[in-house]
């Protein structure tokens, strides 16, 4: 058993989580990525329901990690949320990108990344990145490392 995690960490951590992955990266691909591709019909919508299924789950375990919950539940919200998110990006690495790669022209994925920084920007202002490593930095300095490496 690893040492306790603070309950303001854990809240700390969800909101990281909350802003990185959820409206960031999750946010994207679900506001410009998906209706992209399924418009281009790269993608149909099954499969991408199927991503964002995870999505969703993911959103889950969230709520369960800065909830009002006993200690226990929180540590297995967390490692199901890193098994379902590891899970996500491998999906994402082997068939998603490189679906959307050989969808969109050059031109496209720049306007994409643009249109990407654009909504960052007006979403969270500027330094988001700059704000985010900063906490980063600050929960791992207040989270002990698991006793063992995740599964």
Known sequence: MGEPVAD????????????????????????YLFPEMIAKGAVAEGPAAAILATHHEGRDYLASLSGPRA???????ALLYVRVMRAHLDQ??????PVADA????????????????????????????????TLARLEAAIPPPAEELP
């Open 8 to 31: 303001g960490a854990f809240r700390e951590l969800a909101g990281l989580l909350r802003t990185l992955v959820e409206e960031c990266h999750h946010g994207k691909e679900e506001g």
């Open 71 to 77: 200690p226990q539940e929180r540590a297995a919200a």
């Open 92 to 97: 994402e690495q082997s068939v998603l990108f």
């Open 103 to 134: 969808s969109f022209t050059a031109e496209e994925q720049l306007e994409l990344a643009r249109r990407y920084e654009e909504v960052e920007l007006m979403t969270f202002g500027p330094g988001l990145r700059q704000r985010l490593t900063a």
